[in-house]
Each structure stands twice: as structure tokens, then as C-alpha cells.
């Protein structure tokens, strides 16, 4: 039977898998390496604290269908399709349950198409309604900033 959590013990959580990766992986973010490589970790921290959940990085699926949000591909020059790739997703595989959607920055690169995905897969009238979205903006070893999102709109660290 799957565990559903508050919001308040999904942000415990979270703010739990990350101490653990500065505690463990603070080379990775000490050496500032690739994005997925960080994501990964996190990913596997979190993992540990979801047991019950399916904790996925760049997953681009939505049952059998390519994961897309309409009009993304607007809010940068480079992006060629309405494709998504959350860097990681707390769900149910094959179900439209899902309780988390992660956006990973560091070195403060442009945010503004990962904070419009977190709005969007947020947002309650749209196709993901995640229950929490939430921006992660990495900057060396020290504590990241968090941006939640919930029903569309932010809710702050």
C-alpha cells in the first residue's frame, strides 16, 4: 500500500535527501560537475525517503506518451519542441500520481523555463497536477535556495 504524505512531510523529506547529499556528495558540488550527475544523487537520497514511490530522474513519459507541456518551447530561443524532461519526479509509474516534480539549477543559470515547467506541472487544471513542484538552485557547498510551487503559483522557500 502506497504512503501518501502532507505537504509539510513530502518538504521534511526533501530537505532531509538533501543534507544527506551535502553530507556525502559535496565533491560533486564542490567540483561543480554536470546537473544530472547532482540530480542522480539527490535522486537515490530521495529514493530512501519515498520507498513506497517511483523516484525517477528525466523521466519524459506520461503513461505511453511523450511528457509535454504546450507553449514551453517559447520561453527559450533553443528549445525546439514542447518536450519535458523534469530533472526528477516522485510518482506511481503508469498512473497519473504524482506527488513531487524537481528542478535542478546551479552556477545561477537562467531559471525562467524551469520555473514555468514547475508552474505549469503544478498547476491543478493541467495535465500532471503535481502535488508539490519545487526549484533547487545550487551555488557551491553551501544549503541551496528552494522555490516550492503548488496549484500553479509559488510558494516560497
Same mark, same amino acid.
Given at each position: 500500500?502506497?504512503?501518501?504524505?502532507?505537504?509539510?512531510?513530502?518538504?521534511?523529506?526533501?530537505?532531509?535527501?538533501?543534507?544527506?547529499?551535502?553530507?556525502?556528495?559535496?565533491?560533486?558540488? $564542490?567540483?561543480?560537475? #554536470?546537473?544530472? @550527475? *547532482?540530480?542522480? %544523487?539527490?535522486? &537515490?537520497?530521495?529514493?530512501?525517503?519515498?520507498?513506497?514511490?517511483?523516484? $525517477?530522474?528525466?523521466? #519524459?513519459?506520461? @503513461? *505511453?506518451?511523450? %511528457?509535454?507541456? &504546450?507553449?514551453?518551447?517559447?520561453?527559450?530561443?533553443?528549445?525546439?519542441? $514542447?518536450?519535458?524532461?523534469?530533472?526528477?519526479? *516522485?510518482?506511481?509509474?503508469?498512473?497519473?500520481?504524482?506527488?513531487?516534480?524537481?528542478?535542478?539549477?546551479?552556477?545561477?543559470?537562467?531559471?525562467?523555463?524551469?520555473?514555468?515547467?514547475?508552474?505549469?506541472?503544478?498547476?491543478?487544471?493541467?495535465?500532471?497536477?503535481?502535488?508539490?513542484?519545487?526549484?533547487?538552485?545550487?551555488?557551491?557547498?553551501?544549503?541551496?535556495?528552494?522555490?516550492?510551487?503548488?496549484?500553479?503559483?509559488?510558494?516560497?522557500?
Amino acid at each position: 500500500m502506497v504512503h501518501y504524505y502532507s505537504s509539510e512531510n513530502i518538504r521534511r523529506k526533501v530537505k532531509a535527501a538533501i543534507g544527506v547529499l551535502l553530507q556525502k556528495d559535496s565533491f560533486l558540488l $564542490d567540483r561543480r560537475v #554536470n546537473e544530472r @550527475s *547532482i540530480s542522480h %544523487k539527490l535522486g &537515490e537520497y530521495l529514493q530512501a525517503e519515498f520507498k513506497e514511490w517511483n523516484v $525517477d530522474c528525466e523521466y #519524459n513519459r506520461i @503513461s *505511453i506518451d511523450v %511528457k509535454k507541456i &504546450e507553449g514551453i518551447r517559447e520561453c527559450d530561443e533553443h528549445r525546439k519542441t $514542447d518536450r519535458v524532461l523534469p530533472d526528477i519526479i *516522485i510518482h506511481l509509474r503508469n498512473t497519473n500520481t504524482n506527488i513531487l516534480v524537481v528542478e535542478l539549477n546551479k552556477e545561477n543559470l537562467n531559471p525562467e523555463c524551469d520555473i514555468m515547467k514547475l508552474k505549469l506541472f503544478t498547476d491543478t487544471k493541467g495535465d500532471y497536477r503535481y502535488s508539490l513542484g519545487l526549484f533547487i538552485q545550487f551555488d557551491g557547498t553551501s544549503y541551496p535556495q528552494l522555490t516550492w510551487f503548488k496549484n500553479g503559483n509559488t510558494l516560497g522557500s
